[in-house]
């Protein structure tokens, strides 16, 4: 079982950046893709970014170039920098883990932009 532990989102001005990190633990096996989804009131729940235990990555094309994530394979922790925030990335954000189609998710961390 794998246990995921979100942190770092909060209320900022547009225009500005916050970072959000993920650690997974428990049994945590390769190969495994990590990342974000995101959710706003009344819609779907959409890919934000991910990234493989293979370090390839997938950032969906509404942040390119705002976003970016990395991870930190030892600690089996993935980073969502965000930048240039806007008001459409107001949402809740839910980190995942996926195994072979199997999925585990974090609890998620609101994230308000404020204008």
């Known amino acids: 079982q794998v246990h995921l532990a979100e942190s770092g989102g909060g209320l900022v001005q547009a225009g500005g950046s916050l970072t959000l990190s993920c650690a997974a633990s428990g049994s945590v096996l390769r190969p495994y893709s990590m990342g974000w989804y995101r959710q706003a009131p009344g819609k779907q729940r959409d890919l934000v970014a991910a990234?493989?235990?293979?370090?390839?990555?997938n950032v969906t094309d509404s942040v390119k170039g705002r976003f970016t994530i990395n991870r930190d394979a030892a600690k089996h922790t993935v980073f969502l920098q965000m930048s240039s925030l806007e008001d459409e990335d107001t949402a809740t954000y839910y980190c995942?883990?996926?195994?072979?189609?199997?999925?585990?998710w974090g609890q998620g961390t609101q994230v308000t932009i404020s204008s």
């Open positions: 990234i493989t235990s293979l370090n390839k990555e």
């Open positions: 995942f883990y996926n195994r072979l189609g199997d999925y585990t």
